[in-house]
Structures are given as structure tokens and as C-alpha cells.
């Protein structure tokens, strides 16, 4: 059940919030044996929150998640319970604090149910980088959910969870939510505040929902989003009700669509989806625009394969055994314990970032490779500023694919990049972006990306929700 119909259900008493919980217990006992979306399921902490949020509707205290079953990335830590990132590292580490987003769902009323699988450390696009075991694509299981929110996406499109959080650097939220046939929105740059998300690269992440539909998109982002003074970054900016911009038509939106984001070596049936979404957005009543181009678009990749292992070499740095997580004990030194702490706690992917990143800040290389990269962010985010003086929104694919095969990319690093192809630009010009369901392809679905000016996730919602609206899409469940 959504969000938006369990609300309404609870509110008219229909159901409890027990009952709704002990659904979603179910069906994660029936089919997470096959789909693998949950690190930890915290059933007992579930049922309690639930009894709490019953007492709380009784006294007539609601909100649109009160007591609502929601599913929480074990990147976001959970005060109490077990936050892995994915991670021999962190197998073991419960924080002693709950993250800002957690803090909101829980004064909301909102019951969480487990904490979601994912990439190690949000890096990678499958969710095979975990420490764990890989998570299975529900509408496929032998495929791969995407990442690095894989788990949370998996979790919504199999009934899981009604809502589930995501985190998204370079696309993890909008590439899984493609995957697997589920709403995946990545707010702007500072609307939700990274106050215990653990962190991969600083500049880029950002926390968001994977959910059903549009609408609960839209109350999860009402319920997660707004400044907070424990994170920096944070904008104190106007937090609209985004509900408000659920309409049905898109007269006098102006839409723009890049050339660079439809490269011939697409996959065909990924472009027909697109082609067939524009031309659902055009009947709505809003003006298509082909003429238009963001040059500096092939650059995001090797930027961004720059700037987010240089932030993650130094996020990861505190991992030395001594302050958190696993701690090698063994060594013939206190160089010895850390350096083996490292080389058994982190995974390969990790490794590989933490190289890239000490290499590309290095003496000598700093100027040619970080320097340089910041300087193309800058003008890949001005392309983008251009852009939206004279379009509303961009629409593009999310993926060049649908989901491929578990095991088909592991060893190909490069190929595995490339997956986020599409997404990665939003990340560097820290604009909000949104993916929708927009059809299958061999029985795999495919999304369509909404992009729009900072602060403007309004825009997002009203194109994502007249389109959603049009078609049957969001309707379609996994077979599983
Ligand atoms: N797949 C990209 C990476 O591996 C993006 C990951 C993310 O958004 N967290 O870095």
C-alpha cells in the first residue's frame, strides 16, 4: 500500500498501524528470502512504534506517515539500531544518534521497519558491492536492483515498505528507482539535511525517497526536507507543501530536452519509452523543446569520478580502528592494527576510491586533476543555469539500459560508471532531480528523469505527477 492510501485508511480507522505493520512483516518474511533488500529487519522496534503511532491517531495527533511502514538505507544512522553502510567496517556499529531524516520519521509517527542493503559506502550502481550478500531485482531476480540504494528500491517495488529512504551521490536513488519500476527523487543540493547520513562525498550527497508514486514522493519530501543548523550545507530556504504541486496538466510548462542525453549507442527500447513519455507530456499541454544542448555533458563522468573519490578519501580517513567500527587487534604495531584494519574492513570498490581520490590530490596532480575538475563542475553547473532561464524543466532518460545481469558488470569497473551516466550531472550542478516509471522493456522497467532549477522540486512533482497520472505505469507490481 502507499503512503498516500495507508494514511487515508488509518485516518478513517480502517486499519491500524499494527495491522499494517504486521502486513509488510509478512510479506518481507514471504519474499525476502528471493529479493535480499534488507541488511537488518527490525520487527520488534516496528511493532512497538506501531502500538505508539495507534495511540497517537486514537488521540487524533496524525500526520501523512503516522504509522506508515517505512524502510531506511543503512547509510542514514538509526540511534540504536545496527547502521552497516554496507560494510565489514561497520558491521557492528549501532550509533548513538539517530540522523535528522530519522529523527523527522520518527516525530511523524513513522514506523520503520528495517534498514536497507546497499553498495558499500554508497559506491556503486547495483548493490553487489555490498559486504553482505548482492540484492535481487524484484521484477527480475536474477538481475540486479541497481545502487547504490538497491535495497530501499527493492524494498518499495516488492511491498516491502510503503516508503523507503534512499541516498543519492551520483545516482543512486534515481538509477535503482528505474530499476526496479519505483518514484525515485533526489532533492536539491541542501533541501534535506546530511546530519548523520554517513558520508561518501560531501559536495554531491543528498538524501532522498524511493516510493510507489508521485504523491508519496512528494509527502515523504514534506516530512524529510527543511533547514537544519547541525549540517552546514543546509539551505534555510522556503519549504513549500509539495503536495501542492500534484496537478493533472502541464499548460505552460516549458520543457527542454538535451541532446547529449540521447546518444545513439542507447539502448532502443529505453529511447521509445522516452520518445512516448514526451509525447504524453506534450498532450498534457506543455511545450517541447529538442534545440537544446548541454555541451559540457561528457565531461561529468571523469569529473565526477575526480571530485567524489577525492571527498571520499578524506571522508574515509576516520576508519583507522581506533574510533569506529572494526578494529584489527592483531598487528605487531599500532601502524600495523590500522593498516590491517583497512585492508580487511573496506571491499575492493572502496579500495579502488580511496586510490583514485589519494591520487588525484596528490602533489603534482592536484592542479591537473582536482583543480581542473572543479573548474568543469563550474561549468557544467552554468549550463545547466542557462538552461532552466528559458525551460521549466529537462526531461531525459534515467539509464542508458534497463537492469542487467547480477555478475555482469562486477569486473569491469568502467562499465559499472557508466550506468549513471545520465544522472551523475545532476549531482555535480547539485540540482534536484526526479526519476518516474515509464514503461518496460522486455518485462524490465525503464524511468524517465525530470530535472529542474534549484529549490524548484515543485517543478519535478508537477511534471512526474501529470505524467504518472496519464499512464498506468506506477500501477504495475512485480510478479515475484
Ligand atoms: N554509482 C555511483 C558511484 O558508484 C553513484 C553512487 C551514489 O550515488 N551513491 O559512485
Same mark, same amino acid.
Not at 10 to 17: K, M, N
Not at 161 to 190: E, M, W
Given at each position: 500500500? &502507499? *503512503?498516500?492510501? *495507508?494514511?487515508?485508511?488509518?485516518?478513517? #480507522?480502517?486499519?491500524? !498501524? +499494527?495491522?499494517? &505493520?504486521?502486513?509488510?512483516?509478512? +510479506?518481507? #518474511?514471504? $519474499?525476502?528470502?528471493?529479493?535480499k533488500a534488507y541488511v537488518s529487519v527490525t520487527e520488534d522496534i516496528a511493532l512497538r512504534q506501531a502500538d505508539a503511532a495507534d495511540a497517537r491517531i486514537a488521540r487524533g495527533e496524525v500526520a501523512p506517515l503516522t504509522g506508515v511502514p517505512v524502510c531506511v538505507k543503512d547509510v542514514i544512522c538509526t540511534k540504536g539500531i545496527r547502521t552497516t553502510c554496507g560494510s565489514r567496517m561497520l558491521e557492528n556499529f549501532v550509533p548513538p544518534y539517530d540522523a535528522f531524516v530519522t529523527r523527522r520519521l520518527l516525530d511523524a509517527g513513522a514506523v520503520i521497519v528495517g534498514k536497507a542493503n546497499m553498495d558499500e559506502f554508497a559506491m556503486g550502481s547495483s548493490t553487489e558491492n555490498s559486504a553482505f550478500f548482492p540484492t535481487h531485482n524484484p521484477w527480475d531476480l536474477e538481475r540486479v536492483p541497481g545502487g547504490s540504494s538497491g535495497g530501499s528500491a527493492a524494498a518499495a517495488?516488492?511491498?516491502?515498505?510503503?516508503?523507503?529512504?534512499? !541516498?543519492?551521490?551520483?545516482? !543512486?536513488?534515481?538509477?535503482?528507482? *528505474?530499476?526496479?519500476? $519505483?518514484?525515485?527523487?533526489?532533492?536539491?543540493?541542501? +533541501? $534535506? !539535511?546530511?546530519?548523520?547520513?554517513?558520508?561518501? *562525498?560531501?559536495?554531491l550527497d543528498q538524501i532522498g525517497p524511493l516510493t510507489r508514486d508521485v504523491e508519496d514522493a512528494a509527502i515523504t519530501l514534506n516530512c524529510i526536507g527543511g533547514y537544519d543548523a547541525c549540517d552546514s550545507t543546509s539551505a534555510n530556504v522556503e519549504m513549500p507543501d509539495f503536495t501542492h504541486f500534484l496537478q493533472r496538466d502541464l499548460r505552460g510548462m516549458r520543457i527542454g530536452i538535451p541532446r547529449e542525453y540521447l546518444p545513439d549507442e542507447m539502448d532502443a527500447s529505453v529511447r521509445q519509452s522516452f520518445e512516448e513519455a514526451v509525447t504524453v507530456m506534450q498532450s498534457l499541454g506543455a511545450t517541447v523543446d529538442r534545440d537544446v544542448s548541454l555541451p559540457t555533458t561528457p565531461y561529468a563522468l571523469a569529473v565526477y569520478y575526480i571530485i567524489a573519490p577525492s571527498e571520499a578519501m578524506a571522508n574515509l580517513a576516520r576508519y583507522d580502528g581506533v574510533k569506529y567500527g572494526f578494529s584489527y587487534q592483531e598487528g605487531e604495531s599500532m601502524w600495523d592494527n590500522m593498516e590491517r584494519t583497512r585492508q580487511y574492513g573496506f571491499g575492493d570498490e572502496v579500495k579502488r576510491r580511496i586510490m583514485l581520490g589519494t591520487f588525484a590530490l596528490s602533489a603534482g596532480y592536484y592542479d591537473a586533476y582536482y583543480l581542473k575538475a572543479q573548474k568543469v563542475r563550474t561549468l557544467i553547473r552554468r549550463e545547466f543555469d542557462a538552461a532552466f532561464a528559458k525551460y521549466d524543466a529537462l526531461v531525459t532518460p534515467v539509464t542508458p539500459t534497463p537492469a542487467f545481469r547480477i555478475g555482469e558488470k562486477v569486473d569491469d569497473p568502467y562499465a559499472m560508471y557508466l550506468s549513471d551516466i545520465f544522472t551523475l550531472p545532476v549531482n555535480i550542478a547539485g540540482i534536484p532531480g526526479i526519476s518516474v516509471p515509464a514503461g518496460f522493456s522486455d518485462g524490465l522497467p525503464v524511468g524517465v528523469q525530470v530535472l529542474a532549477k534549484p529549490f524548484d522540486e515543485g517543478s519535478l512533482f508537477r511534471v512526474a505527477y501529470a505524467y504518472e497520472q496519464a499512464t498506468a505505469w506506477h500501477n504495475a507490481h512485480p510478479p515475484l
Open positions: 500500500m &502507499t *503512503a498516500h492510501e *495507508a494514511g487515508r485508511l488509518l485516518r478513517e #480507522r480502517e486499519v491500524t !498501524s +499494527r495491522q499494517l &505493520t504486521e502486513a509488510v512483516l509478512a +510479506r518481507i #518474511r514471504e $519474499v525476502e528470502g528471493r529479493v517495488a516488492a511491498g516491502e515498505c510503503s516508503v523507503a529512504l534512499g !541516498s543519492d551521490t551520483g545516482g !543512486s536513488i534515481r538509477q535503482p528507482g *528505474a530499476f526496479c519500476g $519505483v518514484v525515485g527523487l533526489k532533492p536539491t543540493y541542501g +533541501r $534535506v !539535511s546530511r546530519f548523520g547520513l554517513v558520508a561518501f *562525498a560531501s559536495s
